[in-house]
């Protein structure tokens, strides 16, 4: 931040920084939204797509789906199955309520905290019959990987664009690409706030 205001270019933290020259904004409050930005925008889908492709490695015949197909709407589907299944920020979210409202017969009363496992929503046999099997075919629309409600993520259009790009383009273009170590020797991101893996060696 201190660089794009002692130097500004044509770039969205030059137009973060103007912001805080206008006063508008504290220095800490724009370095925060960078932050936000850095981890929301590239942990999310780098995750998604070294992930993505293990559990497309896992399930062979998932893979050849999309491997074999140039069908858009295959593919945007399978992104969507892919977000759905794997769920990837974890941690649930959490809203405060402002009006008592009665869910399930479950009263949550004006200004108690509530966490909701999109996780756990994301696996409801009501919605997603089976919900465990990967199921690239499946309709994942419902799904709520990019949380729900006035906050749900700012960049979901990006990242199914992102998202889409890869899958439709990578196992075509490397139609032999697999795992070069056992499931068990990959390490995972139990620690994280966004769930993937640190690395996931392959071969081709
Ligand atoms: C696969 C990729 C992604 C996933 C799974 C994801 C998921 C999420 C989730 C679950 C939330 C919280 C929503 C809520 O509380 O209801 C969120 C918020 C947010 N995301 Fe993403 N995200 C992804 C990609 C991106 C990208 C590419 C960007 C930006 C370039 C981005 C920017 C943001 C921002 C700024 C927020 C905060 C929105 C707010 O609080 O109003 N995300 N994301």
Known sequence: MAEKL?????????????????????????????VLLLIAGHETTANMIALGTLA????????????????????????EELLRYLNITHSGRRRVALE???????????GEGIIMPNDIGNRDPDVFPDPDRLDVRRDARRHVAFGFGVHQCLGQPLARVELQVVYGTLYRRIPTLAAAVPIEEIPFKHDGQVYGVYELPVTW
């Open 100 to 110: 008592d409202v009665e869910i399930a017969g479950q009263v949550i009363r004006a």
């Open 56 to 79: 497309l490695l896992q399930n062979p015949a998932q893979l050849a789906l999309l491997r074999d197909s140039d069908d858009p709407k295959l593919v945007a589907g399978a992104a």
């Open 6 to 34: 002692a130097d500004p270019a044509d770039d969205l933290l030059s137009k973060v920084a103007a912001r805080v020259r206008d006063g508008e904004l504290t220095r800490q409050e724009a370095a925060q939204m960078g």
